[in-house]
């Protein structure tokens, strides 16, 4: 028992990473593809902060009087793994809108048959 | 002053130009600035080289907190070395790209051209020599995006599909790396690859630690377009303004390529990557596979870049192939390839960019007859190309030279005849374009148009690489020595590690001891 | 309790993300990712993680889900059925799933003191940072001090994104001027965005300040202050809102920021310190942490505030554009 | 338990009530009016009495000086984001259940 709850963070997590994964690599709509990759980098994000938890420690901000702090190094990872992920989504969705403007679909088999290969 | 920071420099330096050139906004002012910072850049690089082959690994703690609290730099002969390609042909992309981006790019863009080249820039050198493995992810993100950038910025609207699909495959790629990192930190506790190495040591054979390399080394191979993850590589390539696909296509994936040299060298072992894991033998096989099914790709595209585009996938397998040999002679054939590699694949790209500039198209028809109308251009792509096949007196033919004794060295026939058997494709798709320019005649049609040579500002950019191109053919003795210090040093690293790890297992042994 | 709340939140994800994968309606699916992003801030707060659920509220379903919803006003809110076969995709992440779990099982346990990540550098972090960078939240003095270099890259990271934003859309003020633009006939609109919008930037202004103290720093506060300005925006339009920031000067803004950030290690280097050693600014270390952390993170700050800002207007002056054709 | 304990529970509990009823009310009413009605309404109070009790938790410091400004916060965006809603329904053409009754009864009279 000890042994799923030592765990069952970890395996939701991984749940949630391979659903976002399989929302963009199966996905045919580009802006649907653009979400898929946010939650598939959430729940990365969130891997990172399971491992930085400690079970009885508070933020790591010094408070008197506590001793136990949970990991600070992943938040801060995390903080700038976020920032990256915002400023890819504001660029994959600029190309998305250019996309519309030039093809007038956002579907990716409509606008894969519009142009020869390649 | 100058020498105490030379392992910063290279990556300050663009850093800070990028939000000048932003600043600058006129085309003139802001080409000439970036040109120059690169330039600069370039001459550090070489500084940082010799000092690199002089006194070894040079090692800079940003912020002045010591590893592996603050985040290190780290200069050693492999990375100098790459940097040191890189940053030239950045150089001479930019002298080139002036004219060529005048021609493919809106004018409104162009200051946010010079501005994402330079970002581009500062992000590979940031890769190259940060010591730290997240921080790794950080300048991984900076250059792709300003590789995306750079990629959309053509009129074509192709470009936008391609630098979506560029995108999403990039940034999976990415979030695998920042897996594989997290499961590493997760077990050692460390982001600093010196510190990683000797503490994976002790887990040598924890999944958690396996998965880990597993999702680096694929997050890696989406990035350098291993076969069959390459998908993203040749519309890029295609549909990128010409300046931008000669800067790419010798740098980037070359980047890549020593990303995955440091991962394997310095971080996991080559016992833990080859012996236990076994990923010599798939790698090599996807290196032949590559080389064999792209090459074949290449001789059957119509447009000149893509088939240029799936060569360079087929020569990053030869690049993979030299890896997978696990030995300093084919390490060595690797490390040449990144850097001859890095000068065909930029000349061909340019001289293929100036005639875009002059004929409109690249398809492979539009290359009829423009052996005489535009002689140096094509004599250039002559050159390279014969680079690229291997002939004697080119760099191409010093890589292949050393990836063939590498193999015979271990008594493996048959990567040597893979390799020399994989040189024949080279031979037909670089083949078939000179034949339609010069035994083609120009079609009547375009008897009209004013095709002639483009100006000296493309012509000297793409000469001096061809050069280089038959310099580095002929002598060798620099290429060598790099590549053979950067290798050596790699595999010592490497030994240095193991023992310094059979150290750590005998002393925490001692203290176990003591403490039962 | 917590494990229990966690358990409550994780599952909530679950849903939500399964859901998401199998929605058509792609207003439906925007709507639900902010809802993800505000659920797992609510998992960042349940772990500790206080400075991450802020960043994850505000830019994940903030600015992320703001963008998301101008994007669809363009592209259309109805996902295609795909023709696309989903065997493949099925399989690769069947097999990628089962690498992870494969990984998992070794693992350390979930919240563990003993586990390696909380015994080789964080301990440092948290023993020392208070006495040699002097600021009690150990996350900015890990952000800004000891991987100082990470969140400059970051800063530059965001400002490529403008780059990009900037190169794919642009941002050109509109010529037709009878055009209605914004929410004019919303009055109770107008009268409370008045009273609200000064409040968020004060807030922003305290979130900056505060950073050293509690959770907040330059990214949140930049993506509070933008929020302010998007409302602004959103409601008497985006002329109005050119005039008072206007996207050139933003541009500028971005700049700045960034070459503040850089100047703060150049001036280090010239004091004879490494890049971004901040115990050379001043005569007393601490002093000079105090000083260099104060700096950068308005060099973040600015940035970020001015990179948001931009690539709201270069969305939003596109999505007017279509309305008008 | 402290008598402020049992009253602060209390609040809560109703809070929780009001916030659950107004979620029934969003998945059950039949149209958009009456859903964004029944989730506004509900909103309001809910968060009053929530934050009320969260109030009584605290000891007069900084903590509830910030409770009370999100309160505050809360009162006006809240009713001010379902007064936006529904008129840009309303603008978009959106017709309440009474109006579109009567004119399919219009319709069927033709």
Redesign the interface.
């Known amino acids: 028992m000890s042994f799923i709850f030592d765990y069952y963070n970890y395996w939701i997590v991984v749940f949630l990473m391979m659903a976002g994964f399989y929302i963009v690599i199966s996905a045919n709509n580009l802006v649907k593809k653009i979400v898929g990759l946010n939650i598939f980098q959430t729940s990365v994000f969130m891997l990172y902060i399971s491992m930085g938890k400690v079970t009885g420690g508070t933020a790591p901000i010094v408070v008197e009087g506590v001793t136990q702090y949970s990991n600070p190094l992943p938040h801060v990872l995390i903080l700038t793994a976020i920032v990256v992920g915002v400023a890819t989504t504001a660029v994959g969705l600029s190309l998305i809108v250019r996309i519309k403007q030039a093809y007038g679909t956002v579907e990716e088999n409509e606008f894969e048959n519009k142009d020869d290969a390649i | 002053?100058l020498e105490q920071?030379l392992a910063?420099l290279p990556i300050?330096l663009p850093?800070?130009a990028?939000?000048?050139a932003?600043?600058l906004g006129r085309t003139v002012l802001s080409w000439g600035f970036a040109t120059l910072v690169s330039g600069l850049a370039f001459i550090l690089s070489w500084q940082l080289l010799s000092a690199a082959l002089s006194e070894g690994v040079i090692s800079?703690?940003?912020?002045?907190?010591a590893p592996?609290?603050?985040?290190e730099l780290r200069v050693d002969a492999a990375n100098a070395f790459v940097l040191l390609a890189v940053t030239a042909i950045s150089t001479l992309v930019l002298v080139y790209s002036k004219e060529s981006i005048e021609k493919e790019v809106k004018v409104?863009?162009h200051a946010?051209?010079y501005?994402?080249h330079l970002?581009c820039l500062?992000g590979l050198s940031?890769i190259l020599i940060t010591g730290?493995a997240?921080?790794l992810?950080?300048?991984l993100?900076?250059s792709s995006?300003?590789t995306?950038?750079l990629v959309?910025?053509a009129s074509d609207?192709?470009c936008?599909?391609a630098?979506?699909r560029y995108?999403?495959m990039g940034?999976?790629g990415a979030?695998f790396i920042?897996?594989g990192v997290?499961?590493l930190?997760?077990?050692?506790?460390?982001?600093n690859m010196m510190d990683l190495a000797v503490?994976i040591d002790a887990y040598d054979s924890?999944?958690?630690?396996?998965?880990?390399l597993?999702?680096i080394m694929v997050g890696v191979s989406i990035k350098l377009a291993l076969f069959p993850l390459h998908m993203w590589l040749?519309?890029a390539y295609?549909h990128a303004p010409s300046a931008v696909t000669a800067f790419l296509a010798s740098t980037a994936t070359k980047v890549a390529v020593y990303v995955m040299i440091r991962f394997i060298f310095t971080v996991f072992g080559i016992d833990h990557v080859f012996v236990d894991m076994g990923m010599g033998l798939i790698l090599m096989v996807l290196a032949v596979v590559a080389i064999f099914k792209c090459s074949y790709m290449a001789t059957v595209?119509s447009?000149v870049k893509?088939i240029l585009a799936y060569s360079s996938v087929a020569q990053i397998g030869y690049m993979i192939l030299g890896l997978s040999l696990v030995s300093v002679a084919g390490l060595m054939a690797s490390m040449i390839h990144i850097f001859n590699h890095a000068l065909m694949k930029g000349a061909l790209f340019m001289a293929v960019g100036a005639v875009f500039y002059r004929v409109g198209s690249v398809d492979i028809k539009a290359f009829a007859g423009l052996g005489r109308k535009m002689p140096l251009t094509m004599a250039a792509f002559t050159i390279a190309g014969l680079s690229i096949i291997g002939v004697p007196l080119t760099a191409g033919f010093v890589s292949k030279w050393y990836l063939v004794t590498a193999a015979l060295e271990q008594g493996n026939w048959i990567v040597a005849a893979l390799v020399l058997i994989g040189s024949l494709f080279a031979i037909i798709y670089i083949g078939r374009v000179l034949e339609a320019a010069y035994f083609q005649k120009l079609p009547e049609s375009r008897k009209s148009e004013n095709i002639k040579e483009v100006s000296w500002l493309m012509l000297v950019p793409m000469w001096v690489i061809v050069i280089a191109n038959i310099y580095f053919g002929i002598d060798t003795s620099l290429t060598t020595e790099a590549a053979s210090s950067a290798s050596e040093w790699l595999f010592q690293t490497n030994n240095m590690l193991e023992n310094s790890a059979l150290e750590n297992n005998v002393s925490e042994a001692n203290v176990q001891e003591v403490s039962s | 309790m917590a494990e229990f709340i966690d358990l409550v939140l994780l599952a909530m994800l679950a849903l939500t993300a399964l859901r998401i994968i199998f929605l058509k309606d792609l207003f439906a699916v925007v709507m639900l990712f902010g809802i993800y992003s505000f659920l797992s801030a609510l998992i960042f707060v349940n772990l500790d993680a206080v400075d991450v659920a802020f960043t994850e509220a505000s830019v994940g379903a903030g600015i992320s889900t703001v963008l998301m919803l101008v994007t669809l006003a363009m592209t259309g809110r109805k996902e295609k059925q795909s023709t696309h076969s989903t065997l493949l995709p099925l399989f690769v992440v069947l097999v990628t799933g089962a690498a992870l779990i494969y990984g998992t099982l070794d693992m350390p346990p979930f919240g563990h003191p003993d586990n390696p990540v909380h015994q080789h550098v964080a301990p440092r972090y948290i023993e020392e940072s208070p006495k040699e960078v002097g600021l009690p939240n150990m996350v900015t003095s890990v952000l800004a001090s000891y991987r100082g270099f990470d969140t400059l890259g970051e800063t530059v990271v965001v400002f490529s994104a403008l780059i990009g934003v900037l190169s794919l859309l642009g941002v050109r003020r509109k010529k037709k001027k009878d055009l209605e633009s914004g929410l004019e006939t919303h009055s109770v609109l107008h009268v409370v965005s008045k009273i609200i919008i000064p409040l968020v930037i004060l807030f922003a202004l305290y979130v900056q300040f505060h950073g050293d103290f509690g959770p907040g720093g330059g990214f949140q506060a930049g993506v509070i202050a933008a929020a302010a300005f998007i409302l602004y925006a959103l409601v008497l339009g985006l002329p109005k809102a050119f005039a008072v920031v206007g996207p050139k000067f933003l541009q500028w803004m971005a700049s700045f920021g960034v070459l503040l950030y850089a100047s703060v290690g150049l001036y280090s280097m010239y004091k004879g310190g490494h890049f971004l050693d901040y115990n050379k600014l001043a005569a007393d270390p601490i002093a000079g942490q105090h000083y260099g952390i104060i700096i950068i993170e308005l060099g973040v700050g600015i940035t970020v505030f001015a990179v948001m800002l931009n690539i709201f207007y270069a969305f939003g002056s596109q999505a007017e554009r279509s309305n008008v054709q | 338990m402290d008598f402020l304990d049992i009253v602060s529970s209390m609040l809560l509990l109703a809070g929780v009530f009001f916030g659950f009823s107004g979620a029934v009310g969003l998945f059950r009413f039949p149209d958009f009016f009456t859903r964004v009605h029944a989730a506004s309404v509900t909103d309001s109070i809910a968060a009053i009495l929530i934050i009320g009790g969260l109030l009584l938790q605290t000891s007069f410091d900084l903590n509830t000086a910030k409770l009370v400004f999100i309160l505050l916060f809360l009162l006006v965006t809240s009713p001010t984001a379902s007064h936006a809603l529904a008129k840009s329904a309303r603008h978009g053409g959106l017709l309440t259940l009474a109006e579109s009754s009567s004119q399919d009864k219009q319709e069927s009279a033709k």
């Open positions: 002053m920071h910063a300050i850093l800070i990028a939000p000048i932003l600043i800079y703690a940003v912020g002045g907190w592996p609290w603050g985040i409104a863009n946010l051209f501005t994402a970002l500062a940031g730290d997240f921080n992810f950080v300048f993100e900076i995006l300003a995306y950038t959309s910025l609207r192709r936008l599909t630098a979506f995108l999403v940034t999976i979030t920042l897996i997290g499961l930190y997760m077990k050692t506790g460390t982001l503490r924890s999944r958690t630690i396996n998965t880990g597993a999702f040749p519309p295609t595209q447009n893509t």
